[in-house]
Structure formats: structure tokens, C-alpha cells
């Protein structure tokens, strides 16, 4: 006997919570690398961003000047300026990261062969994933009854019928 299998499985989950903004598909739905399945409310996420953008923008600009005139200034103040535009640096980063994953997307081409969330539910980590997608490519994974397993070899073809045609 033998069982059609995907090559690929995944169940699939955010790494972030949040509230469910739109689906993208459902059960059955086939979708590409990189397709956006679901995305989450990011209106805060984004609001966030845009601040720690201007924010860096002004430290940014700001060190420029300090910088061109550091003759008029302590080395202290400049230090500090480097320190905060650091900061801001590293906070724009986190929150470009953090908006990143606010939607979920396929790793890998398939088929949604199981969906566990719906549009206004709290997304969190799931054993059972938000979905399960499954890959296009499939193999045949062969069993045998013990009395023919040890005549079987690797790489030797394989003939199989169904519904009476080869």
C-alpha cells in the first residue's frame, strides 16, 4: 500500500499578538511564497514607527550640526548627542521589526489544509498554529507487509494501479 504525503508542513503561528485585522484566505486556498495570509491591527505599531522615524530624523540632523561645529562644544555633549542618536537608532530598528511582523505570510508555496483563527480574534501562539499549510509537491510513502519487505531495495521501480489503470 502507499499514502500521498506533502513534502512540506507547517503550522503556522505570529510571533507577536495582537487583533486580528484580515484574513487572506481560507481552507482549501492555494497560496505563493511571501503571500500574505492574515495581517493584525498595526495602527499603534505604526504610529510608534513614525515617531522613533522623527525622532532619529531630529538626533540625527541635530549631531550633524554638533558635529560640524565640535570645536564650539565639550567633547561630553557630543558624546551624549552620539548616545542618543544610538538610541533612537536602536528604537526605530525595534519598532521597524516589530511592525514587520504584524502580518503573516507563506514560507513556502501550498495549500491551507487547516485555518484556526477568525478576523477580530486575539492572535497568540497556538499548538495547533493559526494555520497549516501544506505543499504542493507530494511523495509516495510506501508500506509493505513484512512477508516482501526484504525483497525490496532501494532505487528498484515502482508500479502502482489505481482504479484499474498503471
Known amino acids: 500500500t502507499f499514502e500521498a504525503k506533502a513534502t512540506k508542513e507547517a503550522l503556522l503561528n505570529m510571533s507577536v499578538s495582537g487583533i486580528v485585522e484580515n484574513i487572506n484566505v481560507s481552507v482549501g486556498s492555494k497560496v505563493s511564497k511571501g503571500q500574505t495570509l492574515l495581517t493584525l491591527n498595526d495602527r499603534e505599531e505604526q504610529a ?10 531630529f538626533l540625527s540632523r541635530q549631531f550633524e550640526r554638533h558635529e560640524k561645529s565640535a570645536d564650539v562644544f565639550d567633547k561630553n555633549t557630543l558624546e551624549k548627542l552620539n548616545s542618543e542618536l544610538q538610541k533612537a537608532k536602536n ?27 477568525e478576523a477580530g480574534d486575539m492572535s497568540a501562539i497556538s499548538p495547533k498554529g493559526l494555520f497549516r499549510l501544506i505543499s504542493n509537491d507530494v511523495k509516495l510513502v510506501l508500506q509493505f507487509d513484512s512477508k516482501h519487505a526484504s525483497s525490496v531495495k532501494v532505487g528498484q521501480n515502482f508500479c502502482y494501479n489505481l482504479n484499474g489503470k498503471v
Not at 510608534?48 to 530624523?57: I, Q, S
Not at 528604537?91 to 483563527?117: D, Q
Request: aromatic fraction near 8%; glycine fraction near 2%; proline fraction near 3%.
Open 48 to 57: 510608534l514607527l513614525k515617531t522613533a522615524r522623527a525622532d532619529y530624523k
Open 91 to 117: 528604537t526605530l530598528s525595534y519598532h521597524e521589526e516589530r511592525a514587520s511582523k504584524m502580518k503573516l505570510e507563506a514560507p513556502f508555496a501550498g495549500v491551507i489544509a487547516e485555518k484556526n483563527i
